[in-house]
């Protein structure tokens, strides 16, 4: 199983610069796959400290670009900024502008495999890895994602009971474009807090039910036990191998941070990397596949 960390700016500010650069220092020494901090545009990673190889994530839509070739041309210079390293974050619905940004990247990569490729397509390999969640309140678009060849996102709000009916639409879409459904591109968001205190435990508890009923304020969220994984490093991960039993083999496990400072954030990196994920194959991802395999 891969990890990813998702810094969230919800109740806090987004980190400046420097915090940026220390929270990518922090996820490439603790071995993360992959670092996404809301609110970070692609013109501003140039400069982060690239390390030896955590993949940064960009939502689009924060962006402030219009046309495909834009897009494009945005793409290629942050592709290159960061070695091939960007990661391109979408929603299949929700707001004018994220379900723009998600047909426009459709338009930009061209992944239907019954379409003839133009000419003048504006990207070239290696494309950058696109990863896409379903909008807040509509029902999950796992299956459009993978149709698309785009990685998929389970968002942390949602419950087991929900979670439970992604991979078979995974499963679905790329089965229907003759490609394989890999696992590893099968991203799942979690709150997790790894930590014997009870105290801690409880402050970090109290901040999740903020964080989540920001994000869903006309939703409902779900039970928090249901929602958060917090407790001592055995009990977490046999939390996990609950979860991934009882909704399917997701291969990319994220963990959402929604406001610790950068020691709390380091120390926490680290007790899930060293001490949780160790029970865990490492699941590299699949190459994408035009020839239909059995999953």
Known sequence: MLLGWNRVSTLTAMPTHNELSQLASQADQFGYDQLWVDGLTIDKIGDLPLGKSVRIGTDLCTNPVKSPRQIGELIRAGQEALG???????????????????????TLLWQ?????????????PPLPCVMARPAMKSAPDMRRTA???FQALSPAWQTPDQLARHWAEIVGGATHAARRACPSNWHLNR???????????AAY?????SYLAAVTPSCNAGPLSELVIAGSSDYVAMRISQLRRRIGPFGTLHNTDPGLDLEKSAIQMDRLSSNVMPSFLIERPCQT??????T
């Open 112 to 124: 239907d495999p019954r379409r003839i490729l133009p000419s003048d397509l504006p990207l070239s």
């Open 147 to 149: 149709y698309q060849g």
């Open 191 to 201: 709150l997790i807090y790894v930590s014997e205190n009870s105290r801690d435990i």
């Open 289 to 294: 596949s035009k020839v239909l395999e059995k």
């Open 205 to 209: 508890l109290d901040l999740a039910k």
């Open 84 to 106: 091939n390293r960007l990661m391109v974050g979408l929603t299949t619905g929700g707001t004018k502008d994220e379900r723009a940004a998600f047909e426009r990247m459709e």
